[in-house]
């Protein structure tokens, strides 16, 4: 099982093959994603705070993430995670979408960006302390739409599991 690997290499493809490598003959792989799909309105919440949160502070998206090649990324979306298990030989494939809603402590939350983790974080870094603050400022107001009455935040998420079997 590869629990959110595959988003951090910096060669999807290779990773997977090398899982495909390492894994008995009809062994079973495993991966999951947090999903991109297009268009945005049809991410899910969690994920879709980033990106408003982003828009908000005006900072830019990268076009690609500074650890990935263009060249060896991949769709965020179920063909795309599918295809790349299949790419790698694997049989059997098939994607599902999981649905949760994903409790936190909104510091907790925003911590991961803060330290530089994600799409948030990587647009973060570098950036000047008044612009690090104008992001933490939407941060709290976007995400003040999903606190609960004890101040956590309840957010709907959804990740993408891909599962193949080694040939």
């Known amino acids: 099982m590869g629990n959110f690997v595959i988003n951090h290499l910096g060669d999807p493809r290779a990773g997977v093959a090398d899982l495909a ?15 991109d799909p297009e268009p945005p309105q049809h991410r899910p919440p969690l994920q879709q705070l980033w990106t408003d949160v982003a828009r908000a502070a005006d900072l830019q998206r990268p076009v690609t993430l500074p650890w990935l090649d263009a060249d060896k990324n991949f769709a965020r979306t179920a063909d795309g995670l599918a295809g790349l298990l299949r790419n790698a030989g694997l049989a059997d494939v098939r994607c599902d979408t999981i649905s949760w ?17 994600g799409s948030l974080g990587v647009m973060m870094t570098g950036q000047p302390p ?4 104008r ?15 004890g101040g956590m935040l309840a957010l709907p998420t959804a990740a993408l599991l891909a599962v193949g079997t080694v040939r």
Request: charged share 25%; hydrophobic share 35%.
């Open 21 to 35: 490598r390492v894994v008995r003959p009809s062994g079973r792989i495993a991966v999951t994603i947090w999903p």
């Open 101 to 117: 809603v994903h409790h936190a402590d909104p510091e907790d939350l925003w911590s991961g960006s803060a330290n530089g983790i």
């Open 135 to 149: 992001t933490r400022q939407e941060y709290d107001r976007l995400a003040a739409a999903y606190r609960t009455d």
């Open 130 to 133: 008044q612009r690090i603050t």
